[in-house]
């Protein structure tokens, strides 16, 4: 791709910044977006900075209708020396193509995508947090925007990111999650989404949670689309169990999102000689594990909480507590370990921070 000038305008009103001790998480926004279009004849072109905004679309905008859309997210962190961390840009941007193809969306260069996010972070740097566990979350989306009723691939589009200070986004923090087993509602199946973030997967978690929560959960797990027997996902987050000191993650079948945290805490584990199975898991194993008093540990991986031990599971009536409803040895040294190399305090062995400068 040919290098493209991304024009900066900077705006001429600053906002005044979010208390950093109850930043919650995607509630405040920063000053500047980044904005690009595309259309067949220019490809992806004009990549500029701009206050940010309200867009102004078309209200038959086929995102509006058809919800031909994907978004990424991953964070920006402030190291105590001033030094600004990515972590691992390149993968949200690689796995962003990933879920365009799935969505007939005309994918964006690698290179030029993590240039973008480091251009607008290095013009609201400013607004990284620097209170400890709060760090500046990304969230570069695109959508389409043919002004048209009929089902079809759009072919224009916007990408877009924007930036939001946060904190920790269950409120329950690296404390144990209760959480329902969802045997009504799925995901996704094999063939269709799953595996692409794409808004219509969180649309179609919504009800689930919503039920999880009014039962007193924080989120469901989520079962196989086919049997209901086979466990996929966490909430958002990708699930990780510790039965007899060996670990146990759901195999990417192709309806499970391929998390860059998952993909992350299984090359820790394997550095730290502790054995992964990737695998088809069923939930019925998860329960003779506990019988059995083999089940360990069990916790959600993603970017915007990391780690999130899970300290319940609900399965049709039959709840078992896991680790005294305590989190884990295992899930505390994967968060140590990962957040110490997001925030510049762990040595990055695997060369997976990118500096911003
Ligand atoms: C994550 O980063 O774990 C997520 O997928 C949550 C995000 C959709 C807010």
Same mark, same amino acid.
């Given at each position: 791709?040919?290098?493209? %000038? ?8 600053? &906002? ?55 978004? %990424?997210?991953? &964070? ?55 209170? %400890? ?24 589009? !916007? ?9 920790a986004y269950y409120p329950e923090g690296i404390n144990p999650v209760k959480i329902y087993v969802e045997d009504k509602y799925v995901r996704a199946v094999v063939g269709g989404l799953g595996y692409a973030k794409t808004p219509a997967n969180y649309a179609a978690s919504l ?6 929560? &009014? ?13 209901? !027997? ?65 089940? %360990? ?34 899930? &505390? ?11 510049? !305090? ?12």
């Open positions: 791709m040919i290098k493209q %000038e991304i024009r900066i305008e900077r705006t001429s009103s600053p &906002k005044s910044k979010p208390d950093q001790s109850s930043l919650g998480f995607g509630k405040y926004f920063t000053d500047h977006m980044f904005v690009m279009e595309y259309s067949p004849d220019k490809g992806w072109h004009d990549p500029k900075i701009v206050p940010y905004a309200p867009l102004q679309l078309d209200p038959s905008s086929m995102v509006f209708h058809y919800g031909q859309a994907v978004f %990424e997210g991953l &964070k920006a962190y402030k190291v105590d020396d001033g030094r600004i961390l990515l972590f691992r840009p390149s993968k949200n941007m690689e796995r962003l193509n990933i879920s365009n193809e799935r969505l007939c969306i005309p994918p964006i260069d690698v290179e030029f995508g993590v240039e973008a996010i480091k251009t607008l972070v290095k013009v609201d740097a400013d607004w990284i947090p620097s209170e %400890e566990g709060t760090s500046l979350y990304i969230r570069p989306f695109i959508i389409s925007t043919d002004p048209y009723l009929g089902v079809k691939p759009s072919s224009t589009y !916007k990408f877009i990111i924007i930036l939001s200070p946060v904190g009800k689930a949670q919503v039920d999880a929560m &009014k039962k007193g959960y924080t989120q469901v797990l989520w079962l196989d689309g086919i049997e209901k !027997k086979y466990i996929e996902e966490v909430g958002t987050m990708n699930v990780f169990f510790k039965i007899n000191g060996e670990v146990y993650t759901p195999a990417l079948s192709g309806s499970i999102l391929p998390g860059v945290t998952r993909d992350s805490t299984i090359e820790l584990l394997k550095s730290w000689n502790i054995k992964v199975h990737e695998d088809k898991i069923s939930i019925q194993q998860i329960y003779d594990a506990h019988a059995e008093g083999t089940l %360990e540990e069990a916790f959600g991986t993603g970017t915007a909480a990391v780690i999130s031990p899970i300290g319940e599971l609900d399965w049709a009536g039959n709840k078992i507590t896991i680790n005294n409803g305590e989190t884990g040895g295992l899930a &505390k040294r994967i968060y140590d370990y990962i957040t110490g190399i997001q925030y510049g !305090k762990v040595k990055d062995e695997f060369g997976w921070t990118v500096e911003v400068k």
